[in-house]
């Protein structure tokens, strides 16, 4: 069963992948960053270098998703299907995860049926990989704390540093992991040493280790720590504003998706909006809440671990200070369809799960050319907008 799920989520990610066959939204920073630096470009690391009209070099987020994109356009050429098939495979390897944390294929299968992470599954972009590298720390965390082995905190912190290597959101969860192994072992001060080299020193060496490339090329240590300057003041004092921006408490109820891309042919119209699965996300919201509370009321670990991931991820943009859009919610949205999977669980009605397994799948099929920039006619087009702030 599980085999299939993943099959199902790879086909709808893969199918074609190729379309459009240009830059779309943040691929003019991302995808174009990825060709040069599979090209060897030094200048695809720095910050004070021009680009082609229409197009910047994406040095504001660490490397390391580029990086693993890169590695398409060096086996499939420097195409569409090149810069776009390494994320397909991250995130068909994300619903694996889902399920390796959980336990649970409903889990798996719900998340293989949400429309964000299928859309950042298909474009070249870094928050499906970062997405993935925390749902690989969360199972370490996991594995950590069912042995409490040396072998297993070293683990978690190389993860660790993969996640912060491909965006600083990382650093959440290194702070989550942190407080928690700290406080258990608050007084067992012979363990300290492994912690800190685990939880600070490893991961930030792997983080270094990312800019090997760049270090090859020739670049310097000064300028090295410079640019994490500049990157911090860019996140910071960004004061963009956005048609599709959005505040960080619409969006589990998805009040404003992002269109990534549209084109006319003809009477038909192919668009890209990146948002969930509504059926999906709506009912998530009383299964977190669902979670929480059987949390609090069964002193489950597990379940700590679910809803910790979930608000990880999602409460600390309430302080952002820069422009937000819908899909920085991606890392919270495997944690909602762990806890709806957790809550018909215990509801315990086949017939009710079926029908909202049912209704999903029909929400998936039906929004899937909204999703995927398939040539639909416009009245089918114009149907997608429940909400007048989805256009």
């Known amino acids: 069963m599980l085999g299939l799920i993943l099959a199902f989520a790879f086909i709808t990610r893969v199918f074609n992948i190729s379309y459009p066959p240009t830059f779309y939204f943040d691929e003019v920073y991302n995808a174009f960053t990825t060709l ?41 050429g420097p195409n569409s299907f090149g810069w776009r098939i390494a994320n397909v495979l991250v995130g068909t390897a994300t619903i694996y995860l889902v399920y390796k944390i959980s336990g649970s294929k409903l889990a798996a299968f719900l998340a293989s049926l949400d429309g964000l992470l299928l859309v950042q599954s298909r474009i070249n972009m870094n928050d499906i990989v970062a997405t993935f590298f925390i749902l690989l720390s969360f199972w370490a965390f996991i594995k950590y704390q069912q042995n409490h082995s040396r072998f297993s905190l070293f683990r978690l912190g190389l993860i660790l540093g993969l996640l912060i290597s491909t965006k600083w959101t990382g650093f959440y969860a290194v702070g989550l992991f942190g407080a928690w192994i700290g406080l258990q072992n608050l007084t067992k001060f012979k363990n300290w040493p492994s912690i800190f080299i685990s939880l600070i020193f490893i991961p930030a060496v792997i983080y270094v280790l990312s800019y090997s490339q760049y270090f090859i090329l020739g670049g310097t240590w000064k300028n090295f720590l410079e640019l994490q300057n500049q990157m911090w003041w860019y996140n910071i004092n960004l004061k963009a504003t956005h048609t599709y921006q959005s505040s960080w408490w619409t969006w589990p109820i998805m009040l404003r998706p992002v269109w990534y891309f549209v084109d006319y042919a003809g009477d038909k119209i192919a668009n890209i909006y990146a948002m969930g699965n509504p059926i999906l996300w709506w009912l998530g919201i009383p299964a977190v809440l669902y979670t929480l509370y059987s949390s609090l009321t069964t002193r489950n670990w597990r379940l700590w671990v679910i809803i910790a991931g979930f608000l990880a991820f999602w409460l600390p943009w309430a302080r952002a200070p820069r422009i937000m859009f819908l899909y920085h919610y991606l890392p919270s949205v495997p944690f909602m369809c762990i806890a709806l999977a957790y809550s ?48």
Not at 39 to 48: D, H, I, M, T, V
Not at 373 to 391: D, E, Q, T, V
């Open 344 to 391: 018909l669980s215990k509801i315990s009605n086949k017939y009710l799960t079926f029908g909202i397994v049912g209704l999903v799948i029909i929400s998936f099929a039906y929004f899937y050319p909204h999703w995927t920039g398939i040539h639909i006619s416009k009245s089918l087009a114009n149907s997608y907008f429940w909400l007048p702030s989805w256009k």
């Open 36 to 76: 040069e630096i599979a090209k060897g470009n030094k200048e695809a690391y720095e910050w004070f270098h021009t680009t082609p009209s229409g197009t910047a070099y994406g040095w504001t987020h660490p490397p390391l998703a580029k990086l693993i994109a890169a590695t398409g356009i060096l086996v499939f």
